[in-house]
Structure formats: C-alpha cells, structure tokens
C-alpha cells in the first residue's frame, strides 16, 4: 500500500535526520580539535577505531551503551504517554543499591535463584521510584519534572550518603562485593560456560578485555517488550492516546491514571535495570560515581531514537561508541576535555533537531490542518 | 500572461500532490478585483489547499501564480503578506494573554525606543476599525472576548498589515447566526472600500447572499466558475457533488416510544466554576429528535459534557433507561450503548496523531473483535477500518494517513461513522454537520433519522438553527443555561425561536416545559 512506503519515508526521514545532527556536531567539533596541534581526521579515526575498529572494541561498545540503552529506553516510554521523566538518574541508583544490597546479604543462595532475584527486588525498587511520581502525578496532579528531580536526590542521598556507610566494609565507598552467585553472566569468561564455549566464534569473546555482560541482552529484550507494549497492547494504544491528546483520550473513555502509573511504573523498573547492571556484571559491588550521570545522557538517547524503542537502541549504541571510542581519542593525545565536549555536542544538536522538529511540525499542521 | 486586465490573481494550473492524494489537480482560479469570489467544493476538494499554496504555506507541484499581473513565487506567508494577500485561518492564530491591540501589531510594532508605542498602536488600530465598521475594545484580552471578536481581530490584523485580497476559510463555520450577518456586513464595507475577498464555506445560502461569482473545485479539479446571479443553491449544490442533493431533509412524522433520557433540576459549573447549566430538566423519548436551540455559549457545551461523563455534575440527575448515570464516567456511559459526536472534532473527537484506524476504534479500542486480551487486533481493525471509510466515504490517504492530513469534512465523517458503528440507543450529536459539505450534511441527516426510526433517542445540538428546525421533532430554547421553552419544530420557525434564544420569551405559547 501507497502509505506504507510513507511511513518507511518518514522513518528514514526522522533517522536521516539524527544522523545529519551527529554530522553536525563532528564538524562542529572538528573546530574544537583545531585548537589542539592533532588533526581532526586522525582524532575522529581513533574514535572510530576505538569504537568499531576490531572485536574487542565493538563489543566494549555494546557493554557501554547497556545502561544508556535502557536509561533511554526510561525516558522514551514516558514520553510516549506524555510525561517527561528525568528521574531515571534516581530510580537507576535505587535499582542498583538494592541489587547490590540482595547481591551480597544473601551469602548461601544458589545462582539460579540469587541472581533473578536480585534482579527482580532491584528493577521492583526502580520501578517503584518511578511509580511513585507516576501516582503523584495522576492521583494528586503533581508534575513529574518537579517530582521525578526531588526523588533524584532523595535516591542520592539514601544510597550514595547514607546506604553505602551502612554496609560498607572497607575504605572503597562501596558497598560489599556481590557473591558469584549474583553475579551477570561476563562474555570473557564463556570458555568456562558449558554450552556458550560451544558456539562457533565463542573464543572470540574470550579477551580479557572485553567487558561485554549479558545485561546488554536483557536491555535488548526490554527495548522489544516495551516496542510490543507501546504498538501491539490495548494498554499501549492507551497510552499514546494519553500522550498525544489528553482531551481526546479522556472522551475515548480511557483511564489516563492507569496509563500513567504503569508507564512511570516501568520506566523505573528499566531504568532500575540499568543499575543492576552496572552492579552486578560491571562494577559487583554498588559503588560511589557508578551512576555516571546515565540517567541524563538517557533523556538524548531518547530524543535521538525519536522515543521510538528501536530508534533507542541505536541511539545508545551511538552514545556508548562515542564513549568507548573517546578512550582512544584520549590516547591519541587529544584531552579529555575536548572528548567531552564532542559528546556534548552530539547532544545539542540532537536537542537542537528536535526544536526544529517541533517547527516544522508547527509548520505543516498550520497549513494542513484548517 | 494573465488571461484577462482586471483580474488581481490568477492561479493556472495549480498541481498539489502529497502522499496519496492529489490534493490540487490542474487548478485554474481567477478573481477580479473587488469582488466577492466563493470557493466551494466537497470535503477534500482541495480548498485549503488552493489558499494555502496562495498564502505562501505550501508550494505548489506545478502550475502558475499572477498577481497584479505578475508572476509570482512565495517562499513563505511573509512574501504573501508583503504583496498585500492576506489570510484569515479557521483556527485563529492570536495569542490569548495579550490585548486586542497588542495582536493585531504584533510582528509590526510601531516602537518608541525599545517600547511598544502604545498611543499610536491603538490609534492606528482605531482608524482601521473605523474604516471598516469593525468594532472592537482595543483593550481587552483575547481570552476575555467571544470568537466572532476573535475573528474581528483577525481581520483587522491582516488589514494593518496592508492586505488587498483577503482570504476566509470556512469563517462562518465557529459564528452564531447575528455574528455571521455582522461578518457580510463587514464583507460588503471591505468591498466598498475597494478590498477583494475570496471565501470557503460550505453553506449555500452563504454563498447565495454575499458572492458575486463562484468557483467550484470537485475531486481536486476546478468544475467551473459562475456569476452568482445566474445560479440557485441546487445548481451549485450540483456543481460540487455531480449529482442531484437533497438540500431538505425528508422525514416521516415521529413514532416516539417511552422515555430512555432524561436529566432532572441539573446543575453544571464550566470551567471558572460559574454556573453554566442551571436546574435543566429534560426527556427524550426512543424514536424522537430532541433539539436544543441556542447561541453558543449558553451552557449547551457544560449540558452535553456532564451527560456524557466528561464533566462533573454539581447536582441533579441524569437518567438512562430510568437508571441514575450522573456518576458514571465516559466509558460507563459508552457501554450503555450511549453515541456521543463532540463539538470540538480536534480536541476532543480524534486524536489528530492517531492514523484513521487507530482513530476509528477510539472509545471501543478495548473491546473484541479490536482488542483479545489486552492485545490490539489490528488485523481485525483494518478490516472494520476499511469497511466503515468505504460506506462513510471518508475521503483522504486510507486507513494509515494520520487525522490530521484529512479535511475538516472528513475528520467530521470519521467520527459519525465510528459513533453510529454500535448501534446507539441514544445519540447526543452537537454540531454533527459543522464543517461538512452538501453531500454529506444529506447523509449524515439521513443517518440520524435512520436512527431514530430504529428507536433510538437523539439530543441534537447545532449552531445552525436551520438544521435544528428541519432534523428534530422537538426543540428545547436554551437561554443563559435554562431552558425557557420547549416547543414542537412544526409549529415553531426561525423568527420565534431567534426570538427565545436571545431571552424574550415567546408571546405564541407552545409545549410548556414538563
Ligand atoms: N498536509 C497534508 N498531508 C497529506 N494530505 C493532505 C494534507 N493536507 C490536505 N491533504 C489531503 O488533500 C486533500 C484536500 O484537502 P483540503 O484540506 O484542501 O480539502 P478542503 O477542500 O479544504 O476540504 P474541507 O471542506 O473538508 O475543509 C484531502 O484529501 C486531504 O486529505
Ligand atoms: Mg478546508
């Protein structure tokens, strides 16, 4: 059908359009690169090179891009039913502490039950953190910006200040080292797994560089559960329905509170997620900076992958290249200053789109519409 | 070249396609100079389309543009705007917050120093008000004054901004009767003074009244342009659709049966918590047409939300069947097999992001066969889908195009053929016709009398006295949220009920109110 060629047109407009901000900002930045004695093609080789250019890079790529793909994926839903969630930064702390927490205090569990445990209580914690603006919101008609920000630093404050002193059992501010038998599954050990070592290629994976857990699966299939949720679910029609008109919604007969608290709902759960991640197969122990600021740079992943769930894989496997491969720009003698800086460039010019976006929005419906 | 000296636009050829549809298909469109030119043309002819090529807001995919014998290319409103054509938009463009006088300089200040100068804005505002018999307080919020002010303004603004050839599109659709008489008043001072003005609407009588010639526009093509004189309203009516058109709605005389709806001593507040429905009391029966009759804004909009579970009721109740429904909210009252077509097509009727088949199920979005345990059955709505767009003739880009690229008209027909699909026993239809052309005005009257002689009780709502007149068997005057009378429409005209509708109470009795 004619429209469906459309709607692919409109896909690979919106995706040629995030790409045409990234290019943006590399040339942007390539001015910033001038200021250092190195050249901007070499500076930009090494970022690609250390992000893509062999095995082990790639795959640091992915285990980089894990907890942004999943702080992304916190932002879009929300979104979608009309909530700007900033508290992913909150409810991925909360997440973490807890996973860390389940992760050492139960010392005799077998890891089939350890793990998916710690897993479950932590992304419950998170999901309630993000719940809790969500009922706000709908029952009391509290904004979730205003809300979503104080919980951040509620989340701050009782995991990073106060938590981490309870249990903390050496000088490092962590809390205590997880038990193996919470710990996620690390692609460098798969010559030890029974069936993985199996598969073809599997010694690949087998460097000690490589940091590859098996949370960037479980962030893929989040991604899919919340596409299936938003496009394919009566709950998701609901949703969007809420998220693009209120008004038209609430004649629809539709409940917007439910919509409401189950998307904050699970976009804390996914963003609690990406703590556990970091806590049980990067860092195995809840630590002091581990958040890392991914709950913001969530909020670009999003808009870059235009809130679509797919679009925001990519986008976090964007963000995490330009990290993984800031590394070797540092290397190659360019500060880190100006790294930085090019990933803050990528982000306002994807910020930059999406103003524009509205404006052609704006645009069209003033001349489509009557 | 221009075809002729005395034409001040002269649109030739005119090609628009967008995804889908051709939108324009070689257009010819000339007006002369200081005249009046209707544009007229089905749902989805390509009338807004036409004019907003000519506005400078879309550019066309083939064809030419003269003005003032000209050619002209516009890359934008602002190029339009410069050449004096200026456009009065459907949805006013003002900013709510500021004065009458603050938008209408908006965008042209005139300044002293950094500030707006204020004495001269309003004294230039004043001249041109003047000029034109467009009265206005050029101190007063836009938010605080009605719609047919709004439009004042409007019009004004584009006038300050140098405008010779004025575009209207649909202006009359949002205006009570007096205020659209107040707006040909304008119309005709704008053309003494020189102006030219090209109009859409969809009402013929319109049309008849102001224009001196007509162009109509058929399936994206131009049909042909007449003198105004030379033609009736059936001639034109036939012009647009290419068929015959009922311009009268045929209906037997009513068969009504026992009482489903009635509300009793019902009390509404709007939206500043002022009392907009006060201590109504109403019934309607299955297999009768209760009208209500009023000018905007005299609670008909509060009634018809609090009935349909969209706005609180402050006390009073409302009865469904004989069963008290004043608490049930708007999906309760849907599965009572309660129809409901909204005034506000585009804030509340559609979710304009939503495409035709996600709109086409809203409100029954959860139910088999659309919804099998909390999982959508798309499959099973594009087949509904295209069922209902091929009997509703829903005109525009098939099921996948979002509601915001249809036509008014077909944004309107979406939602009567998505609220007539599950057989209501009631239908509380407000302004089912608003924004709708000939053709369809005739089925969708067919259908809600199709309705009534299947039993069901309906509470039309219209702006449009004519249509209230001929649809309904009963007609219930609102004035200032009461109901002053009820009468029955054979035995009641225009005259009496303007009459009512303004406060004065009728001198010929009728049914009293029970
Ligand atoms: N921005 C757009 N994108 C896609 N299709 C559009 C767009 N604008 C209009 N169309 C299509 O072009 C056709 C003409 O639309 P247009 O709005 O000009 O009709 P109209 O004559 O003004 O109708 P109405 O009387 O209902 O307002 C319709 O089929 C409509 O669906
Ligand atoms: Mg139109």
Not at chain 1, 192 to 216: C, T
Not at chain 2, 15 to 44: R, Y
Not at chain 2, 46 to 67: C, H, W
Not at chain 2, 215 to 224: A, F, W
């Amino acid at each position: 059908m004619n429209n469906y060629s459309d709607k692919i047109k409109s896909i690979l407009t919106d995706l040629g359009l995030s790409l045409l901000s990234i290019v943006v900002a590399l040339i942007v930045g390539t001015l910033f690169i001038f200021l250092t004695d190195k050249s901007p093609l070499d500076a930009y080789s090494a970022l690609y090179i250390g992000a893509f250019g062999n095995f082990s890079a790639i795959a640091n790529t992915l285990w980089r891009s894990t907890p942004l793909i999943l702080t992304g994926l916190a932002v879009a839903l929300p979104f979608r039913a009309g909530l700007f969630n900033i508290g992913a930064e909150g409810q991925l702390l909360m997440g973490g502490f807890t996973a860390g927490v389940v992760g050492f205090y139960f010392t005799s569990l077998p890891a089939f039950i350890h793990l998916p445990f710690a897993i479950i209580a932590g992304m419950f914690v998170g999901g309630l953190w993000g719940g809790l603006p969500g009922f706000l919101k709908a029952k009391m008609d509290v904004h979730e910006v205003i809300a979503t920000i104080m919980l951040n630093h509620i989340a701050i404050a009782l995991t990073i200040n106060y938590g981490i002193n309870i249990f903390r059992d050496t000088g490092r501010p962590a809390t205590p080292r997880i038990m193996d038998s919470a710990a996620m599954f690390n692609f460098k050990n798969i010559m030890d797994h029974p069936f993985l070592s199996k598969l073809p290629f599997a010694e690949l994976f087998a460097h000690p560089a490589i940091r590859l857990h098996i949370n960037f699966f479980l962030a893929l299939a989040a991604a899919v559960v919340l596409w299936y949720l938003l496009f394919k679910t009566t709950l998701g029609y609901e949703m969007r329905a809420v998220g693009f008109n209120p008004d038209g919604a609430e004649y629809g007969g539709i409940n917007a509170s439910k919509g409401i608290i189950t998307a904050m709902f699970i976009s804390g759960a996914v963003a609690g997620l990406a703590g556990v991640g970091e806590v049980l197969g990067t860092h195995f122990s809840f630590m002091q900076g581990m958040d890392a600021g991914y709950g913001f740079t969530g909020i670009a992943v999003a808009l870059i992958g235009q809130t679509h769930p797919i679009g925001v894989i990519l986008g976090g496997i964007l963000f995490g290249a330009l990290a993984q491969g800031g590394l070797e720009m540092q290397f190659s003698g360019i500060p880190s200053e100006i790294v930085m800086l090019i990933q803050a460039l990528v982000i306002f010019f994807v910020a930059a789109l999406q103003v524009f976006k509205v404006y052609l929005a704006k645009r069209k419906a003033k001349g489509g519409v009557e | 070249m221009p075809r002729e000296d005395n034409y001040i636009l002269d649109m030739q050829n005119i090609t628009k396609i967008f995804p889908g549809v051709k939108a324009n298909d070689n257009v010819n469109l000339s007006i002369k100079k200081g005249e009046i030119h209707a544009l007229v043309g089905e749902n989805g002819a390509g009338k807004t389309t036409l004019m907003n090529i000519l506005y400078g807001l879309y550019e066309p995919d083939g064809g030419q543009v003269f003005y003032e014998g000209n050619k002209i290319n516009l890359d934008g409103p602002q190029d339009a705007i410069e050449l004096g054509i200026g456009m009065v938009h459907q949805h006013f463009m003002l900013v709510d917050p500021l004065t009458v006088t603050e938008n209408i300089v908006l965008g042209n200040e005139p300044r002293s120093g950094l500030m707006l100068d204020q004495k001269t804005a309003k004294r230039e505002v004043k001249e041109i008000s003047d000029k034109y018999g467009l009265f206005v307080d050029p101190d007063a919020k836009i938010q605080d004054i009605s719609v047919g002010m709004q439009q004042r303004v409007e019009i004004i603004k584009t006038l300050y901004r140098g405008a010779e050839l004025l575009i209207f599109d649909e202006p009359t659709a949002v205006l009570t009767p007096q205020e659209i008489d107040e707006l040909f008043e304008i119309f005709r001072s704008l053309k003494e003074q020189g102006k030219t003005i090209i109009f859409i609407t969809h009402k013929l009588k319109e049309v008849k009244t102001i224009s001196d010639r007509i162009t109509v526009l058929r399936n994206g093509k131009s049909i042909d342009t007449v003198n105004t004189a030379d033609v009736t309203k059936e001639d034109v009516a036939e012009l647009m659709v290419g068929r015959q058109v009922l311009l009268e709605v045929e209906k037997t005389e009513a068969k009504p049966g026992a009482e489903i709806f009635s509300v009793d001593n019902l009390n509404v507040k709007d939206n500043r918590d002022i009392p907009a429905v006060k201590n109504i009391s109403l019934s309607v029966r299955k297999g009768e047409i209760l009208g209500i009759a009023g000018v905007e804004g005299n609670g008909q909009s509060e009634l018809v939300e609090a009935i349909t579970g969209l706005r609180n009721v402050e006390s009073g109740k409302v009865n469904l069947r004989g069963k008290d429904i004043s608490k049930y909210n708007a999906r309760q009252i849907k599965r009572e097999k309660v129809a409901h077509i909204p005034e506000d097509r585009q804030k509340r009727g559609l979710i304009m992001d939503f495409d035709l088949k996600e709109n086409i199920i809203l409100g029954y979005h959860d139910l088999e066969p659309f919804s099998k345990n909390g999982i959508m059955q798309y499959d099973n709505v594009a087949k509904y889908t295209q069922d209902l767009i091929d009997k509703y003739d829903v005109r525009g880009g098939g099921m996948e195009a979002q509601a915001k690229n249809l036509s008014g008209g077909n944004q309107q027909k979406l939602i009567v053929a998505r609220e007539f699909s599950h057989d209501p026993e009631f239908l509380i239809a407000s302004q089912p016709t608003r924004g709708v052309d000939v053709g369809s005005i005739e089925f969708i009257h067919k259908q809600i009398i199709d309705r009534r002689d299947n039993g069901a009780g309906v509470l039309l709502v219209s702006a449009e006295l004519s249509e209230v007149l001929s649809l309904s068997d009963r007609i219930a005057v609102i004035f200032e949220g009461e109901i002053v009378d009820v009468l029955k429409a054979s035995e009641t005209d225009e005259r009496e009920l303007g009459k009512l509708m303004t406060g004065s109470k009728s001198e010929a009795g009728g049914e009293s109110n029970e």
